[in-house]
């Protein structure tokens, strides 16, 4: 059955009780997928780290178990999701080793060079222009930094979302858009949960 697009909408951009119900659900739907990009990332304890599209900050606090002499920042477009993750995280930011922000991965709010690294998971559908905001990904990641991406790509997703809000790229599509940012993929591989296709690409900007 395809998913209402009320519903859609609000997994694009969770907002109010109905918002926060779902960024609960997605905490657990998401979790393999979040487990499987932050092992790509082979992060070090010293690094920083940027996650887009925080959602439910389930992702920001294991990151900042691992990065434990270092720092992560994360952003959404959501208010409810940073209310969110803020209780998640709330011992990290008190320690001024989490930042979370509101905004967009069109317009990061950081400086060139910033971090080491940067992963986002099931955020693709929703960027208006994916080739900006792989540029301003490109600009905030140092020279050898590395940028995870996983996203789901297969006709029964396609099927499923309402293409009004998700917009579906597949794996061409997007290494060719990373390259035009500067990045390479250095690497790239798919995961099937049932019907469920996930993309996953390692990318660098050095």
Same mark, same amino acid.
Not at 29 to 56: K, Y
Not at 137 to 152: D, E, Q, S, Y
């Given at each position: 059955? *395809?998913?209402? /697009?009320?519903?859609?909408?609000?997994?694009? *951009?969770?907002?109010?009780? !109905?918002?926060?119900?779902?960024?609960?659900?997605?905490?657990? /739907?998401?979790?393999?997928? &979040? %487990?499987?990009?932050? /092992? !790509?990332?082979?992060?070090?304890?010293?690094?920083?780290?940027?996650?887009?599209?925080?959602?439910?900050?389930? $992702?920001?606090?294991?990151?900042?178990?691992?990065?434990?002499?270092?720092?992560?920042?994360?952003?959404?477009? +959501?208010?409810?999701?940073?209310?969110?993750?803020?209780?998640? &995280?709330?011992?990290? @930011?008190?320690?001024? *080793?989490?930042?979370? %922000?509101?905004?967009?991965?069109?317009?990061? #709010?950081? =400086? %060139?060079?910033?971090?080491?690294?940067?992963?986002?998971?099931? $955020? !693709?559908?929703?960027? +208006?222009? =994916?080739?900006?905001?792989?540029?301003? @990904?490109?600009?905030?990641?140092? #020279?050898?930094?590395?940028?995870?991406?996983?996203? *789901?790509?297969?006709?029964?997703? %396609?099927? !499923?979302? #309402?293409? +009004?809000?998700?917009?579906?790229?597949?794996?061409?599509?997007?290494? $060719?858009?990373?390259?035009?940012?500067?990045?390479?993929? $250095?690497?790239?591989?798919?995961?099937?949960?049932?019907?469920?296709?996930?993309?996953?690409?390692?990318?660098?900007?050095?």
């Amino acid at each position: 059955m *395809r998913r209402p /697009e009320l519903l859609a909408r609000q997994a694009a *951009r969770p907002s109010g009780l !109905l918002g926060a119900l779902l960024g609960r659900i997605m905490a657990h /739907e998401t979790a393999e997928a &979040n %487990r499987i990009a932050v /092992e !790509l990332l082979e992060l070090r304890p010293t690094d920083s780290v940027l996650d887009i599209g925080f959602g439910h900050g389930a $992702t920001v606090r294991r990151l900042s178990e691992i990065v434990d002499r270092g720092a992560v920042s994360g952003i959404d477009v +959501s208010t409810t999701m940073l209310d969110l993750a803020t209780r998640r &995280n709330r011992d990290g @930011i008190r320690r001024d *080793r989490v930042d979370l %922000r509101v905004g967009s991965v069109d317009q990061l #709010p950081y =400086p %060139r060079d910033a971090f080491d690294a940067v992963l986002s998971v099931h $955020t !693709l559908y929703f960027w +208006s222009e =994916p080739q900006r905001a792989f540029a301003e @990904i490109r600009k905030v990641l140092k #020279p050898a930094g590395r940028l995870v991406l996983g996203w *789901r790509d297969d006709p029964e997703g %396609r099927r !499923l979302f #309402p293409a +009004s809000v998700y917009r579906f790229h597949d794996a061409d599509t997007v290494t $060719t858009m990373l390259g035009g940012a500067g990045m390479g993929p $250095t690497r790239s591989f798919q995961h099937q949960r049932g019907k469920a296709i996930l993309h996953f690409v390692v990318a660098g900007g050095g």
